[in-house]
């Protein structure tokens, strides 16, 4: 019994060596990466319904990895969370879509949103807003121009002091957005207290449209409720002209998904503005 105790204990012990050993990996081949300059950022449109003009983009990083190619996002963010990495990460990526954003405009292309995410643990653990206006500063972006994208998971964690940040960052003139709304709790609660400019409708709730009456009822709610309070509503994982029209019929603001274009890497979203509606 003493020796499957410990044959036991060495199993498990291995196993949680093993699984820390190649997040260290990870963590110190994501370091690297974004030493090297093997991060990129892709830019989805974010398009006004009512006009069907791209007004935005949502930047959404990629590690190109020379060996591996693209490697999504789900993969390196939960390490980069676990870690801490996501602190540089996510400066680079406020950074980066600052300078993106003002070279834009430098080129006289018409004046677009460009909403950055930021994870829960980065909201938590860095100085959010001083990260903004440091980028915005050095870049010469407008804060207007910039939008912060947070899930209710974030604001729910030490709400007051989550207040204070947005307060913050309401400061600066950035805006902020509601990331995943709907998949968390207590939001309603929520949005009265915190200085939020944007609802985004999850993707789980577009995708069944029209087909479930119960996504089309959530939906519809999320956008009068957004209407009602005075927030854009934006609604995300659009690929169908069906879910357009219903959203359109419904009052929603803005739109982004497939239906539009995936993301794009930072060369071809320029033509697609340049191409026009
Ligand atoms: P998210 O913020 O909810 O981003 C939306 C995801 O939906 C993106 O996946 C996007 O490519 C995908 N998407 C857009 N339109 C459609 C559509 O019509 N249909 C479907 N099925 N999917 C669509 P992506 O780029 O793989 O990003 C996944 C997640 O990784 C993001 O979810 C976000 O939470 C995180 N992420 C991405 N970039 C960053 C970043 O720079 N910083 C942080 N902290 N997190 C990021
Ligand atoms: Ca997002
Ligand atoms: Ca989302
Ligand atoms: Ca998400």
Redesign the pocket.
């Given at each position: 019994a003493k020796a499957l105790g410990r044959g036991v204990y060495c199993f498990y012990s291995e196993e949680m060596t093993q699984g820390a050993r190649e997040r260290l990996e990870m963590e110190a081949r994501l370091r690297a990466a974004l030493a090297q300059g093997h991060l990129q950022?892709?830019y989805?449109p974010q398009v006004e319904i009512a006009s069907g003009r791209i007004v935005g983009a949502?930047?959404?990083?990629r590690w190109l990895d020379p060996d591996e190619g693209l490697i999504?996002?789900?993969r390196f963010?939960p390490v980069a969370e676990m870690s801490g990495v996501?602190g540089a990460?996510?400066q680079w990526?406020m950074r980066e879509a600052c300078r993106q954003g003002q070279q834009w405009r430098a080129a006289g292309l018409p004046e677009l949103r460009i909403a950055?995410?930021?994870?829960p643990r980065?909201f938590h653990l860095t100085d959010v807003a001083a990260c903004a206006a440091q980028a915005l500063q050095d870049s010469g972006f407008p804060a207007r121009c910039l939008e912060l994208?947070l899930t209710e998971g974030a604001l729910a964690e030490r709400p007051e002091e989550a207040r204070q940040t947005l307060l913050r960052l309401q400061e600066v003139g950035v805006h902020i957005a509601v990331?995943?709304f709907g998949t968390g709790y207590s939001s309603l609660a929520h949005l009265k207290r915190f200085p939020i400019d944007v609802l985004k409708i999850d993707?789980g709730f577009t995708r069944d449209v029209p087909h479930s009456a119960d996504d089309m009822a959530i939906s519809a709610a999320i956008i009068a409720m957004g209407q009602r309070l005075g927030l854009r509503v934006l609604a995300?994982?659009?690929?169908t002209a069906q879910q357009l029209q219903f959203l359109r019929e419904h009052g929603c603001d803005l739109y982004?998904?497939?239906?539009c274009s995936?993301?794009l890497p930072a060369q071809e979203f320029e033509a697609l503005l340049r191409a026009g509606p």
């Open positions: 950022l892709f989805q949502e930047a959404l990083v999504p996002p789900a963010i996501i990460l996510g990526v950055v995410n930021v994870s980065e994208e990331d995943d993707q995300e994982g659009v690929e982004q998904g497939y239906l995936r993301p």
